[in-house]
DNA sequence: TGAATAGTGTCTTTCAGACAATATTCT
DNA sequence: AGAATATTGTCTGAAAGACACTATTCA
């Protein structure tokens, strides 16, 4: 047998024992916290509670694309995504067996702020545990919260080493923004002078010659990150 | 409709638009170098060509199971394995769309010595290419190359981090050969001082005590990893 | 004794933390 | 001028690289 006749006579829906989603982490950094969207599922599983963007994946469309059309559907907006593990617990949902690409996705407040409302809530990350605007401890579903709290070690342990993190923060941004967005996802405080010294003679950031404005105070330098043309 | 109502008329298939399997990067160190285990494949497609030891995901297997069931059936061992990533580009393979979610296999030589065959080869990783024992470059099937090379990266990231990489040494190791493995993992020689200093004051690993025999100088002292028993 | 490698000491450089001084902008 | 924050300078200590020295085992 040939390959073309071995292929012809393969049976795909023999070997569909599981089913393949995506879940989407989206994160941003406001009021000095980083924050999750999560959204109200409208139906049955776990109808009512809130659970991370999600969808399943088509059969034509990449992992990636499925991830960025989860988050414009579910989430109600565009950004960069980045793959950071798989999940296939046995029980995970009690649908079928479900296996989920899990991704994580970076915004600056001002673009999720249009799209919030009480079936899309921003949620205040606490380690990795999310709450509500009363601080209540908000139960996600299914195994969201362990998808979460990956996407925060993740986004810990490659933030001196990529670039995703600065998708918290817009294309030009003060050397103290982006301290506070260092100091919220290490869950630690940081040194000024060797924050600045280390990132700046990192080569990873670079001067606009642009200053703050509207301040009340004396106005920091923006920087942008090298290798970004934001014309 | 309730929950109940709603699971009972829910249709799996209607979801299982691409397959999931698991591929394992089988690595291991010999002869002062990173080696990967290959497999012959024995049917189509790609028949012939040499692979990563892989298999699908059964409905009641969790993903690391199906990857040590991989590790077993094809590659004819057994030992601890890491998830680091999915792979789902569109025309990975022929037959249909599968999503693959890869894992990392280290293992000392010895264990994989007596499974050796003409269909179940070591190759040398030089970078993340792989060659054969003649030298010349050896085409992995689908993408796995891909895989490998993005499993060679993750182990490197995580050399200072996590206890992975000791599994490519056996129980009680000289400062020697654990900096040989570091080399050859990140592709640069250390200073041996600083090695010893930053290794032994980490407190991931300790002395056993216990000294190398018949080696013609002077024995290296056998240090351990802290934390693990080895009774 | 010689060969070979183990293990250590010292100097230097680099880098981060602590702390404080100076600079700039707005009210 | 005063408030508030930006930015920089200096000191100090920790850690790594370079290099060479001493130690130990076996043949």
Redesign the pocket.
Same mark, same amino acid.
């Not at 003060?174 to 923004?177: D, F, M, P, V």
């Not at 940081?190 to 280390?198: C, D, I, Q, S, V």
């Not at 200053?211 to 330098?221: C, I, L, V």
């Given at each position: 047998m040939n390959e073309a006749e071995f292929l012809s006579g393969y049976d795909p829906a023999s070997f569909c024992a599981v089913a393949v989603t995506v879940d989407v982490v989206p994160l941003t950094f406001h009021e000095n916290r980083l924050r999750l969207l999560a959204v109200r599922r409208t139906t049955h599983p776990e109808r009512g509670r809130l659970a991370l963007p999600g969808t399943f994946v088509r059969a034509d469309e990449t992992l990636d694309v499925t991830a960025q059309r989860a988050l414009r559907e579910k989430a109600g907006f565009d950004t960069q995504v980045e793959q950071f593990g798989a999940f296939g617990a046995l029980k995970r949902d009690p649908r079928m067996r479900i296996i989920s690409v899990a991704y994580m996705a970076l915004a600056t407040f001002d673009r999720l702020e249009p799209v919030l409302n009480d079936d899309r809530m921003l949620l205040a990350l606490d380690g990795s545990v999310a709450r509500g605007a009363n601080g209540r401890k908000i139960p996600l579903a299914f195994d969201h919260a362990e998808i979460v709290g990956t996407a925060l070690s993740v986004l810990r342990r490659d933030l001196d080493s990529t670039a995703f993190s600065f998708g918290l923060l817009p294309p030009a941004f003060?050397?103290?923004?982006l301290q506070q967005v260092h100091e919220a996802i290490r869950g630690q405080s940081?040194? #000024?002078?060797?924050?600045? #010294?280390?990132l700046?003679?990192?080569g990873r950031i670079e001067?606009t010659g642009i200053?703050?404005?509207? #301040?009340?105070?004396?106005?920091?330098?923006l920087y942008r990150v090298r290798g970004t043309d934001n014309a």
């Open positions: 003060s050397l103290r923004e940081l040194n #000024k002078p060797a924050f600045r #010294k280390r700046v003679e990192s001067p200053r703050e404005t509207d #301040k009340g105070y004396r106005p920091a330098e």
